[in-house]
């Protein structure tokens, strides 16, 4: 990668483990950021089955207090980790090898641990998060098998250090899915060096999905939909003072650093032929991005209906597109 150096010094001055560690360290560990019930999946909005019941529930179990913030935080992205959990698990049921997923910078990795306790093993997973205590909540219910964490942000975790460290040695040649979640918001604008970066641990044919808060074309638009997840849904678990708070804590900083779908469509492009749009939720939105077109269509061919009402729904395709020859179910 040219211009690591750079890259690596851009990161260590990011606001996430400067100006926000305190925030993340303190919601981490359930000292404030609370919301004052806990965020559940509302089951009328996902499919009926087995398979799914089975990991929303588990899911439920094994959340700790970053992930209860989290998802009261973010209009129906609870519903949307499930529903991309169970997309996920579908897949790897289509593989014959086992599947390495990274879950990068997702707190406490609910997700990702409870991907390799469902699939006994079928999913391997490795988590990372800057903050010691989203660990602690990972360790919670005990070690977990096949699923691993990295204690550090994302620019430390190298692919020196994946072979050099015996816990993580299997995951040296490679992740099958890489997930970031909202994650490169919280460092910088420059979504084509992070992409770059991150995408060397990525397997030829894998899938990259990214989670992110997108600027609106229009800003008069961004901040309707702000008010729509603030005193639509954010109040169900926050508090006026609580939602003013954040507000000026971490949003405020963290709008610096958002992008455009457009130009983030432009960073995905530089290294990714095919992409599509697959959940938007306000000015949240999650992509799903691959140089194997069969691969991504697999992909999406396995993600059900998006779980969120229609009125939280503003983007339904990117712009400019990048090719991909099935529909992401959005409509």
Known sequence: MRGLDDFLAECDHGPRINGLAGFFAATAAGKSGMPIRKPVVDARLLPSGELLRGLVALHAARQGF???????????????????????????????????????????????????????????????????????????????????????????????????????????????????????????????????????????????????????????????????KDFGFKARYFPPDEIEKKQALVLDTMFGNEVTLAQMADAIRAHFSYCALTWNSGNFCSLAASNSEENLNRYLSQLATPAIPHEYVYETSLYPTLPVSVAAGQE
């Open 66 to 228: 970053f992930d209860q913030h989290y998802h009261g935080s973010i209009p129906y992205r609870l519903e949307e980790e499930c529903r991309m959990a169970y997309a996920v698990l579908k897949y790897a049921r289509h593989r014959r090898a086992p599947l390495s997923l990274y879950s990068l910078g997702t707190a406490e990795g609910t997700m990702a641990r409870t991907l390799s306790e469902l699939s006994e093993g079928q999913i391997r997973t490795l988590s990372c998060s800057p903050n010691a205590e989203n660990y602690t909540s990972f360790m919670a219910y005990g070690e977990p098998p096949h699923a691993d964490f990295f204690i550090g942000p994302f620019h430390k975790l190298t692919k020196d250090v994946l072979s050099s460290d015996p816990r993580l040695a299997n995951f040296a040649h490679g992740f099958d899915i890489i997930l970031e979640d909202t994650t490169f918001q919280m460092y910088s604008p420059n979504r084509a060096s992070q992409i770059e970066f991150v995408t060397q641990h990525l397997k030829q044919d894998g899938l990259f999905v990214f989670v992110e808060k997108f600027r609106a074309a229009e800003e008069p638009d961004y901040r309707r939909r702000e008010y729509q």
